[in-house]
């Protein structure tokens, strides 16, 4: 990585974005054949969210190396903040046949699959996050979440329990556990589950109902 390229990555990491702007600028201008400064460019310029600009400088970073990975994870992240999901999977798929094998690319696209509706595909690639970084909050709630949508329930509970391990404030965590539990016929840990997500976020209102339901039935 040039100089010009660390410079704008550490004032990136300040928040200085007007100066990484200038650094990554001069990179191209120095080196307009290095994919790398296109690619931290786009980087920024999605920080920022100008999505549009951010698309251009990835494509440019793909024209000069076709195998650069980054570049089409970067522009699988755009398609993914544009909604366009189907998009977002053919980047994200591209990314991985380059050789990127990072827990956050397989996370986003098991957002991009799940968002598609494609649960399974969801599940295998939020399985492979979680391998990948196991202290990841948000993929082993999405995992669990997942198989709890495909009623695989006793595959749900080890992630959903691992995301309020890691993070005891997560009320849809709790939420999905008390539903879980419920579907087990273990009312008290339901409504235990109930309580700890209304306690976390008390206008939890599925969490609320749900509460509701197992004092209904105890009662």
Request: glycine share 6%; with cysteine; charged share 25%.
């Amino acid at each position: 990585m040039s100089t010009l390229n660390e410079k704008g990555i550490e004032h990136m990491r300040n928040q200085q974005y007007e100066e990484a702007g200038k650094a990554f600028t001069e990179a191209i201008e120095t080196n307009p054949n290095d994919p790398a400064a296109f690619i931290n460019f786009g980087n920024l310029l999605s920080l920022l969210d100008e999505n549009e600009r951010a698309l251009v400088f990835f494509d440019r970073a793909i024209g000069l190396d076709e195998e650069a990975a980054t570049a089409y994870y970067g522009a699988g992240t755009i398609y993914y903040k544009q909604d366009q999901f189907e998009e977002a999977v053919k980047m994200f798929k591209q990314a991985l046949m380059k050789q990127l094998d990072e827990a956050d690319l397989y996370f986003m696209l098991g957002m991009s699959y799940y968002q598609l509706g494609s649960l399974p595909h969801a599940c295998a690639n939020f399985q492979r996050a979680v391998e990948l970084n196991e202290t990841d909050v948000d993929a082993n709630f999405q995992l669990g979440l997942t198989f709890a949508q495909l009623e695989q329930l006793d595959e749900a509970m080890p992630y959903l329990l691992k995301t309020v391990e890691l993070d005891p404030n997560h009320a849809d965590a709790y939420y999905n556990l008390g539903v879980a539990y419920a579907s087990k016929d273990q009312a008290e840990d339901a409504l235990a589950s109930f309580d700890k997500a209304l306690q976390v976020q008390p206008d939890h209102v599925l969490a609320g109902n749900g509460k509701k339901i197992i004092e209904q039935a105890l009662n």
